[in-house]
Protein backbone atom coordinates (compact mmCIF):
# COMPACT_ATOMS: atom_id res chain seq x y z
CA UNK A 1 0.00 0.00 0.00
CA UNK A 2 1.62 3.17 -0.97
CA UNK A 3 0.54 5.70 0.95
CA UNK A 4 0.55 9.86 -0.28
CA UNK A 5 0.56 12.59 2.51
CA UNK A 6 0.38 15.99 1.55
CA UNK A 7 -1.28 19.84 2.57
CA UNK A 8 1.54 20.23 4.45
CA UNK A 9 3.30 24.04 4.76
CA UNK A 10 3.73 27.28 6.87
CA UNK A 11 1.08 28.54 9.20
CA UNK A 12 0.72 31.13 11.78
CA UNK A 13 0.10 30.35 15.48
CA UNK A 14 -3.74 30.20 16.22
CA UNK A 15 -4.41 28.68 12.32
CA UNK A 16 -5.74 25.80 10.62
CA UNK A 17 -4.08 23.59 8.04
CA UNK A 18 -6.10 20.26 6.79
CA UNK A 19 -3.57 17.35 5.79
CA UNK A 20 -4.40 14.53 2.82
CA UNK A 21 -3.72 10.98 2.81
CA UNK A 22 -4.42 9.05 -0.36
CA UNK A 23 -3.67 5.69 -1.46
CA UNK A 24 -4.31 5.19 -5.13
CA UNK A 25 -5.45 1.82 -6.17
CA UNK A 26 -5.90 0.77 -1.90
CA UNK A 27 -9.62 1.52 -0.32
CA UNK A 28 -8.33 3.53 2.88
CA UNK A 29 -11.82 2.41 4.40
CA UNK A 30 -10.53 -1.15 4.58
CA UNK A 31 -7.50 -0.18 6.71
CA UNK A 32 -6.84 1.26 10.12
CA UNK A 33 -5.77 4.58 9.40
CA UNK A 34 -3.47 6.98 11.87
CA UNK A 35 -1.42 10.41 12.07
CA UNK A 36 1.89 10.68 13.40
CA UNK A 37 4.66 13.24 13.70
CA UNK A 38 7.81 13.67 14.31
CA UNK A 39 9.52 16.88 15.08
CA UNK A 40 13.34 17.09 14.51
CA UNK A 41 14.99 15.23 17.81
CA UNK A 42 11.99 13.63 19.18
CA UNK A 43 10.27 10.44 18.53
CA UNK A 44 7.45 9.60 16.48
CA UNK A 45 4.47 10.56 18.19
CA UNK A 46 0.35 9.39 17.17
CA UNK A 47 -1.49 12.62 16.57
CA UNK A 48 -4.94 10.69 15.46
CA UNK A 49 -6.46 7.34 14.63
CA UNK A 50 -9.72 5.81 13.29
CA UNK A 51 -10.17 2.06 13.81
CA UNK A 52 -11.15 0.19 10.56
CA UNK A 53 -13.36 -2.15 12.78
CA UNK A 54 -15.85 -0.29 14.30
CA UNK A 55 -14.23 3.19 13.61
CA UNK A 56 -13.51 4.68 16.69
CA UNK A 57 -11.28 7.71 17.00
CA UNK A 58 -8.45 8.56 19.79
CA UNK A 59 -6.20 11.57 20.13
CA UNK A 60 -3.68 11.90 22.90
CA UNK A 61 -4.19 15.07 25.04
CA UNK A 62 -1.54 17.31 23.57
CA UNK A 63 -3.98 17.91 20.02
CA UNK A 64 -7.99 16.46 21.65
CA UNK A 65 -10.17 19.19 20.38
CA UNK A 66 -7.88 20.80 18.16
CA UNK A 67 -6.97 18.56 15.80
CA UNK A 68 -10.06 16.09 13.76
CA UNK A 69 -9.65 13.18 11.75
CA UNK A 70 -12.17 12.72 8.42
CA UNK A 71 -13.14 10.42 6.07
CA UNK A 72 -14.42 10.98 2.31
CA UNK A 73 -14.94 7.79 0.83
CA UNK A 74 -15.93 8.76 -2.57
CA UNK A 75 -12.69 10.28 -2.94
CA UNK A 76 -10.62 7.29 -1.14
CA UNK A 77 -9.09 10.42 1.37
CA UNK A 78 -8.46 10.68 4.74
CA UNK A 79 -8.11 13.92 6.38
CA UNK A 80 -6.64 15.56 9.46
CA UNK A 81 -7.73 18.98 10.40
CA UNK A 82 -5.63 21.12 12.49
CA UNK A 83 -6.57 24.27 14.15
CA UNK A 84 -5.59 26.43 16.79
CA UNK A 85 -1.70 25.40 15.84
CA UNK A 86 1.12 25.96 18.31
CA UNK A 87 4.81 25.99 17.29
CA UNK A 88 5.01 22.91 19.37
CA UNK A 89 2.85 21.74 16.24
CA UNK A 90 5.59 22.13 14.02
CA UNK A 91 6.88 18.42 12.83
CA UNK A 92 7.14 16.42 9.58
CA UNK A 93 3.31 14.35 9.33
CA UNK A 94 2.98 11.07 8.34
CA UNK A 95 -0.39 8.99 7.48
CA UNK A 96 -0.29 5.19 8.17
CA UNK A 97 -2.01 2.17 7.61
CA UNK A 98 -2.56 -1.23 9.25
CA UNK A 99 -4.75 -4.35 9.06
CA UNK A 100 -4.87 -4.22 12.98
CA UNK A 101 -8.87 -3.90 14.11
CA UNK A 102 -7.67 -1.76 16.82
CA UNK A 103 -6.95 2.03 16.82
CA UNK A 104 -3.16 2.48 17.86
CA UNK A 105 -1.73 5.42 18.07
CA UNK A 106 1.59 3.31 18.22
CA UNK A 107 3.99 3.57 15.59
CA UNK A 108 5.17 -0.30 15.09
CA UNK A 109 1.41 -1.55 14.79
CA UNK A 110 1.31 0.25 11.29
CA UNK A 111 2.64 -1.45 8.55
CA UNK A 112 2.43 0.87 5.99
CA UNK A 113 3.53 4.73 5.76
CA UNK A 114 3.13 7.88 3.41
CA UNK A 115 6.56 10.07 2.90
CA UNK A 116 5.48 12.96 5.31
CA UNK A 117 4.61 16.28 4.61
CA UNK A 118 6.23 19.37 6.55
CA UNK A 119 3.71 21.31 9.02
CA UNK A 120 5.97 24.52 10.30
CA UNK A 121 3.79 27.03 12.89
CA UNK A 122 5.63 29.79 13.13
CA UNK A 123 5.14 34.03 12.88
Known amino acids: VQLQASGGGLVQPGGSLRLSCTAP????????IAWFRQAPGKEREGVSCRSRSDGKINYPDSVRGRFAISRDTAKNTEYLQMNSLKPDDTAVYYC?????????????????WGQGTLVTVSS
Open 96 to 112: AASLFARCSLIPDDYEY
Open 25 to 32: GFALSYYT
